[in-house]
């Protein structure tokens, strides 16, 4: 991987003087080689079943796991077809396995990775991978289990090797664990 300048710009993509905010720092910088959207909710905690599920709680959970990462994608667009870069939208295994009371959160993944899907094959030219780094030691993760221990879990960390073996390849675009590309890396 080549050396290049990240600009970290903390906010929520849910709100939109951010995106565009983010937007203008890569206009600025005159390229964009990689976009992370890794910014994720996972809504209330113990997550409810979906008869149960607050309607609007489930909107902002699909504006930030969702449309927040679309925006992005569609304001960095013109910068990232012009390297070609890569788009790396994270994701979860709950987009794909059935999970008592993960129905918000697992059907904003669902629809996070079908747009990646989609848009790999509108953007051929562009590198779209949708990651799942699988269970981690995380707040986030903490909260979808209140008062257990998750301390089991690995830490983010050790995920990052997969996500570089990703980046650093020349793999196509698709959906890839970071179980599958530790094993191969």
């Not at 983010?22 to 390229?31: D, I, K, S």
């Not at 289990?145 to 089991?152: A, C, K, Q, Y």
Request: charged residues 20%; negative net charge.
């Amino acid at each position: 991987m080549g050396s290049g300048t990240v600009t970290a710009i903390p906010g929520d993509v849910a709100d939109l003087h951010h995106v565009a905010a983010l937007a203008a720092a890569a206009q600025e910088a005159g390229r964009l080689d990689l976009l992370v959207n890794n910014a994720s909710m996972l809504g209330p905690s113990p997550q409810p079943n979906v008869d149960v599920y607050p309607i609007d709680v489930l909107r902002h959970v699909i504006e930030v796991n969702l449309i927040g990462p679309i925006r992005l994608i569609q304001t960095t667009l013109p910068l990232l077809r012009e390297t070609p870069g890569t788009v790396v939208n994270i994701t979860s295994d709950a987009a794909v396995e059935g999970y008592e009371g993960w129905g918000g959160y697992g059907a904003s993944k669902a629809a996070l990775e079908q747009i990646s899907n989609v848009l790999a094959a509108e953007e051929p030219a562009l590198r779209v991978y949708w990651f799942d780094p699988g269970d981690m030691n995380t707040r986030m993760h903490q909260e979808a289990f209140p008062g257990e221990d998750i301390s089991d879990r690995p830490s983010p960390g050790t995920r990052v090797p997969a996500l570089l073996a990703l980046l650093d390849g020349t793999r196509a675009s698709g959906r890839y664990t970071a179980s599958d590309l530790l094993v191969t890396a």
